[in-house]
């Protein structure tokens, strides 16, 4: 007999009679919400050649409320499993503290609704904390199936998006990554290559996954020819993130068939991440893109002057007396050099959330006191806005204590992740253990972004969701 609150019906006590599997379904929902919403709606700026960041901040909202409903349904019907507990509380605990570190912020109004054409403020990590908790919720099987379709979708989206921008330089942000050179540089609808290089990481593991273990022999051709549409497309990211990601998708691949025990002829799935990615620096390399004849990574020219600069007024523009930003150790190591100085200067809460250029300011310049903040921000040159070390801007931004929060968080994330694996020997705990473990790895090279951090909090969930059932 169904539960009843009170007198009221059946329906509209759906979620009280909701059972795990139906919740699962449901929750589907929320897991191509987290792929598609920031992509699709970043569609609109990137078309209209328009700033309308908002646009783009209204579908990641629009997502992060179907997820804050999903994760407050699965904590009220205790669908969170017990290996999820420590991952909450830590990213609980993280939560509070960044609301300690808004209160003693630059502008709180920023710290809650982040920066303008970033927007990861306060807000967007309570939608991230959802994302993760309803990951947990969803039963492992269900939930890796649709994100492996998820990733291979939104990969696919952003890569045709990033191809058109490529070879006829129309709808792109990074035309030019100097005020010199055109090199077409891929983004897709993520905001920057670099975003895009992880997005396509994540999309490269599911579409390699799904080449070496579908059942169907339609399946794996669809998979391989996605897999060879995103390592075509990461390389013109030029990008150290993008060479990264092409590498770890090989080994995950290799760790996919091995672990399920796959015959070693599957190996040669990876040549559809080796050959594309030659192809591409062929291309470049033959003159075609942009005025550049020679393939190499711009890294700094990109996170620097093309994205924070120019695109968004949240930075200065470089001082190349202090950085080289051609190259690209130097730029991540004068990156981090700065942040562990602002840090030092302000372990306890950081700078507030999304304000990591604003210690850095010297000057009002030409703009005057009262002039917009990005206006003054501009004026001040060789300041940055994002180190492209998450741990270390998380440390910046809201203070050790979140930093170290985070940390346990993914180390217990994957912890369980690989218990997981070790349990149920199964692909789908593999799966999402290889996503989770790319996402914390790169973010010893880059920063959060809304273009695939929802992504990342999902596999992460998913990766605490319990052990896969032998079916």
């Given at each position: 007999?169904a539960?009843?609150?009170f007198n ?12 795990e ?12 919400a ?5 992509s699709v ?13 908002g646009v ?17 349904i ?12 420590i ?47 309803t990951?947990?919720?969803?039963k492992l099987?269900k939930?890796?199936?649709i ?54 990481t ?20 669809v ?10 497309t ?9 060479i ?58 990109i ?41 030092s ?5 950081g ?6 250029v ?15 903040v990005?206006?003054?921000i ?10 492209y ?13 979140s ?24 692909w789908q ?19 959060s ?23």
């Amino acid at each position: 007999m169904a539960k009843q609150l009170f007198n009221s019906s059946e329906k509209t006590n759906f979620i009280l009679n909701m059972t795990e599997e139906k919740y699962s379904k449901i929750a589907a929902f929320g897991l191509i919400a987290a792929c598609f919403a920031t992509s699709v709606a970043a569609a609109v700026p990137v078309i209209s050649r328009e700033p309308l960041h908002g646009v783009t901040s209204a579908g990641l909202t629009i997502a992060g409320v179907i997820a804050m409903i999903l994760a407050l349904i699965g904590a009220l019907k205790k669908f969170i499993r017990k290996s999820a507990l420590i991952p909450v509380c830590a990213l609980g605990f993280a939560l509070v503290w960044s609301m300690i570190s808004l209160i003693c912020s630059y502008d709180k109004g920023i710290s809650f609704y982040g920066f303008n054409g970033r927007g990861e403020g306060i807000l967007t990590l309570i939608f991230y904390f959802c994302f993760f908790v309803t990951g947990a919720s969803i039963k492992l099987e269900k939930s890796a199936k649709i994100l492996i379709i998820g990733l291979i979708g939104t990969g696919i989206l952003n890569s045709v998006a990033a191809l058109i921008q490529v070879f006829t330089s129309k709808f792109n942000d990074y035309r030019m990554i100097s005020m010199e050179i055109q090199a077409n540089a891929a983004v897709g609808f993520s905001q920057s290559p670099l975003f895009l290089a992880v997005l396509l990481t994540f999309s490269l593991i599911a579409a390699l996954t799904g080449a070496i273990l579908a059942a169907k022999k339609s399946y794996k051709i669809v998979c391989i020819i996605a897999a060879c549409i995103f390592a075509f497309t990461i390389m013109f990211t030029y990008s150290f993130i993008g060479i990264c990601g092409a590498v770890i998708s090989v080994i995950a691949a290799a760790i996919v068939i091995f672990a399920n025990k796959k015959p070693k002829i599957n190996l040669l799935a990876v040549l559809s991440v080796i050959i594309p990615a030659v192809i591409s620096i062929i291309i470049v390399q033959a003159g075609v893109i942009g005025n550049i004849s020679q393939y190499r990574l711009y890294d700094g020219r990109i996170l620097w002057f093309a994205d924070s600069y120019y695109r968004l007024s949240a930075s200065g523009e470089p001082d190349l007396n202090l950085v080289d930003i051609d190259d690209t150790f130097d730029v991540y190591y004068t990156l981090n050099r700065k942040t562990i100085d602002i840090i030092s200067a302000n372990p306890l809460v950081g700078t507030g959330p999304e304000q990591l250029v604003f210690p850095q300011l010297y000057t009002s310049g030409s703009a005057g006191e009262n002039a917009a903040v990005s206006d003054i921000i501009i004026e001040n040159k060789g300041t940055f806005d994002k180190d492209y070390n998450e741990y270390l801007y998380t440390a910046a931004t809201r203070g050790i204590p979140s930093a170290i929060a985070l940390i346990i968080a993914v180390i217990a994330i994957l912890a369980a992740g690989f218990k997981s694996f070790r349990s149920g020997r199964k692909w789908q705990s593999m799966f999402v253990l290889s996503v989770t473990a790319a996402g914390a790895l790169i973010f010893l090279i880059c920063c959060s972004s809304t273009a695939f951090a929802p992504i990342f909090w999902c596999a992460a969930g998913c990766c605490c969701s319990g052990k896969a059932s032998s079916k």
